[in-house]
């Protein structure tokens, strides 16, 4: 069974930064491409982010260009999402998945405010 868990979520000020991070089990993760999505409150979900199954390719969203990046650890089957320059529109709840997969698992509430 395919799980995702996202954490490292909270509470920042504009300006500050944070990482989430990503466990997943129940697939070889090491050879698929990983997505983070987010869904801020009141909108539609969004991509945000995606990583190859290698790592050595990544693209993002234009609104977070610059400011989050998207590592991987494939021998410890983890993903991350390093944020930095956080505004309140980045005000969400991040999601992890599978690249093309609907599942997303369990997200973690990021909270930008002063």
């Known amino acids: 069974e395919v799980q995702l868990q996202a954490s490292g979520g909270g509470l920042v000020q504009p300006g500050g930064s944070l990482t989430l991070s990503c466990t997943a089990s129940?697939?070889?993760?090491?050879?698929?491409?990983m997505t983070w999505l987010r869904q801020a409150p009141g909108k539609a979900l969004e991509w945000v982010s995606t990583?190859?199954?290698?790592?050595?390719?990544?693209t993002y969203v234009d609104a977070v260009k610059g400011r989050f990046t998207i590592p991987r650890d494939n021998a410890k089957n983890t993903l991350s999402l390093q944020m930095n320059s956080l505004q309140p529109e980045d005000t969400a709840v991040y999601y992890c998945?599978?690249?093309?997969?609907?599942?997303r698992g369990q997200g973690t509430l990021v909270t930008v405010s002063s």
């Open positions: 998945a599978r690249t093309g997969d609907t599942r």
């Open positions: 129940g697939f070889p993760f090491s050879t698929h491409s």
């Open positions: 990583i190859s199954a290698s790592g050595r390719s990544t």
